[in-house]
């Protein structure tokens, strides 16, 4: 299994811009979420989903839009980035009951 | 959700046994207690987790006290790859997708 894989690894934008940052999991599961960890800080959430079809928000949701089409993928879209949405993001996904699995983050640099 | 309270940081010596304190004095009855680990530059990764009583895996051993107010996570001989930074969250088992993340405890280990 190849786990939880995010896409791109690092990115570039300018303020205004829209991205779409991928995230897929080969493992079945049906939970899956948003992360975003600014510097020296622990990791806040963004948004989840428990299913396909099925999104929430969490601490942080505004700025983002999620959708789950398929049990495998779960992209976050940022429709207009700003400056303060400078961060690393991180992807997890679970089984029901189980420990979490998180990707190995995407760098985002908002200028 | 129930806060948890690490130390900003440790020191310990290669080969040495490290023991992690969390406080959570707010923690439900219902609320297991968990420990993830960031090595530097990726995602968290699941160490162990427990409700009442001790728990012990490949990794580490989680002592829990018996009002369950602290815990300890016990590192029995560390090494250089512990390095990290250890987060204590408290979750309810199968239920709440979020996470809470505080700003952990960063653990160097000295050669």
């Known amino acids: 299994n190849a786990g939880v894989t995010q896409t791109p690894k690092f990115q570039v934008l300018k303020t205004g811009q829209s991205m779409t940052l991928q995230c897929a999991q080969d493992?079945?599961?049906?939970?899956m979420s948003w992360y975003r960890q600014d510097p020296g800080m622990g990791l806040r959430l963004i948004h989840y989903s428990v299913g396909a079809g099925i999104t929430d928000q969490g601490e942080v949701p505004n700025g983002y839009n999620v959708s789950r089409s398929t049990t495998e993928d779960f992209p976050l879209r940022l429709l207009s980035a700003a400056p303060s949405q400078t961060s690393v993001y991180f992807c997890?996904?679970?089984?029901?009951?189980?420990?979490?699995?998180f990707g190995p983050g995407t760098r985002l640099l908002v200028l | 959700d129930a806060k948890t309270t690490q130390p900003n940081s440790m020191e310990s010596n290669e080969e040495e046994p490290v023991h992690l304190p969390c406080n959570h004095s707010t923690i439900s009855g219902t609320d297991y207690i968990h420990w993830y680990r960031q090595l530097p530059s990726q995602g968290p990764e699941y160490v162990i987790h427990?409700?009442?009583s001790n728990v012990n895996n490949r990794m580490a051993s989680l002592a829990i006290a018996e009002d369950r107010k602290s815990s300890t996570l016990i590192l029995h001989r560390a090494t250089l790859r512990d390095a990290a930074v250890y987060y204590c969250i408290l979750r309810l088992q199968g239920g709440s997708e979020k996470l809470v993340f505080g700003k952990g405890t960063k653990l160097t280990v000295n050669p």
């Open positions: 997890a996904s679970r089984r029901w009951g189980e420990t979490q699995y």
């Open positions: 493992m079945n599961h049906e939970y």
């Open positions: 427990g409700l009442t």
